[in-house]
T-cell receptor, first 115, second 110 residues
Framework: GAVVSQHPSRVICKSGTSVKIECRSL??????MFWYRQFPKQSLMLMAT?????????EQGVEKDKFLINHASLTLSTLTVTSAHPEDSSFYIC???????????FGDGTRLSIL | GQQVMQIPQYQHVQEGEDFTTYCNSS?????IQWYKQRPGGHPVFLIQ???SGEVKKQKRLTFQFGEAKKNSSLHITATQTTDVGTYFC??????????WGAGTKLIIKP
């Protein structure tokens, strides 16, 4: 089946640090990649949608200058949490999709802890 | 905006009992997808339903898509401890946007 690799799986860092998370589709071309945030015991919250070569579309309430998304190729998207603060601590999950109407395949997620 | 309501939020069952989760959309969907997320893990795609009235089975799991393509259900027969997790439905709208249900957490009572 389709494989999506997400790194790192866990990050612990000091407040003010910027953190980059990578999401790669290993065996298919991901026309669209999605970035989600999930708080404990809650559903997935879509942060942004990115199409290869285009600017990401951010959901309402998500700061685009805070969460920088780059989707430079059909197999790689990155999310950079800039100047992270404790309230940014969360579980971040990426997913990738080939064509429209196809299912999303998820990475393993990144657990971000800001001290 | 478009919403997909999923109920119940939690369900506690004894091992061996059946489990059902329901999703209802405010608008007609192009398709509906089901995912399972184990505790501490990421969502894993289970199945996609496309046709009106479609029913698909995966071993003890039965998935249904309503005639109006607005509702769907997932039924698990004779639950096992390996079924524990949160089950999400996600509907695709006419703009290919995925609208997620809030998930139903299945808890197996020992």
């Amino acid at each position: 089946g389709a494989v999506v690799s997400q790194h790192p799986s866990r990050v612990i860092c000091k407040s003010g640090t910027s953190v980059k998370i990578e999401c790669r589709s290993l065996d298919f071309q991901a026309t669209t990649m999605f970035w989600y945030r999930q708080f404990p015991k809650q559903s997935l919250m879509l942060m942004a949608t990115s199409n290869e070569g285009s600017k990401a579309t951010y959901e309402q309430g998500v700061e685009k200058d805070k969460f920088l998304i780059n989707h430079a190729s059909l197999t790689l998207s990155t999310l950079t949490v800039t100047s992270a603060h404790p309230e940014d601590s969360s579980f971040y999950i990426c997913s990738a999709r080939g064509q429209n109407n196809q299912p999303q395949h998820f990475g393993d997620g990144t657990r971000l802890s800001i001290l | 905006g478009q919403q997909v309501m999923q109920i119940p939020q939690y369900q506690h069952v004894q091992e061996g009992e059946d489990f059902t989760t329901y999703c209802n959309s405010s608008t007609t969907l192009s398709n509906i997808q089901w995912y399972k997320q184990r505790p501490g893990g990421h969502p894993v795609f289970l199945i996609q339903l496309v046709k009106s009235g479609e029913v698909k089975k995966q071993k003890r799991l039965t998935f249904q898509f309503g005639e109006a393509k607005k509702n769907s259900s997932l039924h698990i027969t004779a639950t096992q401890t390996t079924d524990v997790g949160t089950y999400f439905c996600a509907g695709t709208d006419s703009n290919y946007q995925l609208i997620w249900g809030a998930g139903t957490k299945l808890i197996i009572k020992p």
